[in-house]
């Protein structure tokens, strides 16, 4: 296939020169950047913003709000005494201590932020739940973390199986008509006091407890420590690009690493300006977002990109969305077309950047000093050793698909799955993560992701990669979606069958299959064709929008489709 080539224009990025940077780099010298270097004392909430607010930056605007008409704003002194005030209603009412998890359950608001950040100033382990779980979901993860306190507001409190978690003594709920048994945030929040003894921890201390998506199975809870920010902040700086006068706006939920490693730590680490939008997604608020804010660096996803797309370039001319300068996506492969959509309505490249919740922070990505190529993820983070390995560990030469893998070591690392060793040792071939994903890396280095290992598909002795085939079909005008599996069949071993979703005013005939058979034969090549089509009013996704394949196999075959407890069904 034609690989699109986007050079680089900027002039005056953060990290200039890759290859040097990867050369030289080393993560003792990243250290230096943090107040623990010399007093030996860590604690995430503190370097984020009490440091900003006692050096000079205490009048800047640390976080912006916004959900449709009501915006309000705060500065790291602000953002430091209210996370004080949260911090004491923790400690004082619902008795956590250091060690303890805390769940937060509720949709983004200001509140959120205050009580994240208070929790981990008293070194709790933070557990952020994304609004939208229903009862099992939350159940299940409150269970396997024997969470002590749970922050919520009256509107999910009902999802909580709150008499049957053992482990669970008290709820905090944010809002009005709290009852008598729960603690009432908000009232309890106006008497606290704004000063608050940060606790120190040591860098192996836990941070944050994040369950997996739930994309390829049941959410595995993953666990974080205090030293992971130096690549939060690292990763931040060079790859976000974060600058002085930058607002940055990362659309995911806390509830995803991603809402948390991007949407809280990077940002905050580097002192920026950081955009929280609540409510739901339209390209109306979305846009209007950009332009109010003056947001000049954006990192979304690929499935908010595409809805973007499909909803049409008019609407991106009713907008001033000349403050961007810098875009990344982020959670599935990005395709080639949605980078070339890119440099026509905003005459930007998005920045595609890999890493997973295990990897704590980013591990592949496109530099803004970098060309970038359409399609690949970039290369790795200077500091992280990649490769393609075999099943038994060995490297692969350039162009052959294999286990995207990293050295263990880099800082962000998770530590441990929560009550499953045997998981965590099963990501290890000797020093090898291994990632679960499938992929190549070309001759200049650049790496091409395939699809999940178990996605690859192996049809008349040719393995390809989903990725690719729908990558193609999203090129097609009428296809806004695509989730491509292996249909087992008794001559080819597998069959390509695509699941797609159509773009509105497109009608679901058997021509137009025909002629989207035809357009990824005569484009792409003859046996990545789907041999089987079938149109979905949508594709089913995880909470955090991505394409759920193991659901449409299951369907495919009849089988139960496992746990769903992250899947989105609105
Ligand atoms: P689960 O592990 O529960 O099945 P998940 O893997 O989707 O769910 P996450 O940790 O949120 O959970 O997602 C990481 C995965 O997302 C990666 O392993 C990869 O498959 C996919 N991914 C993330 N970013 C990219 C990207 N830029 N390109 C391709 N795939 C990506
Ligand atoms: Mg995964």
Known sequence: MKVELYEATDQNPNLKDYDEAVKHHDWSEVEKQFSWYETGKYNMAYECIDRHAENGKGDKIALHYKNGDQKSSYTFEELKKASNKAANVLKDEAGVVKGDRVFIFMARSPELYFS???????????????????????????????????????ELLPRIPVDDLPSLE???????????????????????????????????????????????GQPKGVLHVQHAM????????????????????CTADPGWV????????????????????????????????????DVTIWYSAPTAFRMLMGAGDEIVNEFDLSSLRHVLSVGEPLNPEV????????NLRIHDTWWMTETGA?????????DIKGGSMGKPLPGVEAAIIDDEGNELPANRMGNLAMKSGWPSMMRKIWKNDAKYDSYFIGDWYVSGDSAYKDEEGYYWFQGRVDDVIMTAGERVGPFEIESKLVEHPAVQEAGVIGKPDPIRGEIVKAFISLREGNEATDE??????????????????????EFKEKLPKTRSGKIMRRVLKAWELDLPAGDLSSMDDD
């Open 339 to 346: 980078v070339k959509w890119g440099m026509k309505v905003f």
């Open 116 to 154: 994240l950040l208070g929790a981990l100033k008293i070194g709790a382990i933070v557990g952020p739940l994304f609004e939208a779980f229903m009862e099992k979901a939350v159940r299940d993860r409150l269970e396997n973390s024997d969470a002590k306190v749970i922050i919520t507001t009256p």
């Open 170 to 216: 008290k709820v905090v709920v944010v809002g009005d008509g709290v009852e008598a048994e729960h603690i009432d945030f908000n009232k309890s929040y106006e008497s606290a006091s704004d000063e608050f003894e940060v606790e120190w921890l040591d860098k192996e201390d836990g941070l944050i407890l994040h369950y997996t998506s739930g994309s390829t």
């Open 258 to 293: 991603t809402g948390t490693s991007y949407g809280i730590f990077a940002p905050w680490l580097n002192g920026a300006t950081n955009v929280v939008v609540g409510g739901r997604f339209s390209p109306e608020a979305w846009y209007g977002a950009i332009q109010d804010l």
């Open 512 to 533: 137009l299959k025909e002629e989207i058979r035809k357009f990824v034969k005569e484009g792409l090549a003859a046996h990545a064709a789907p041999r089987e089509i």
């Open 230 to 249: 130096v690549q939060h902040y690292i990763s931040g700086k060079y790859v976000l690009d974060l600058k002085e006068d930058d607002v940055y706006w």
């Open 362 to 370: 980013h591990m592949i990505v496109n530099l803004p000093s970098m």
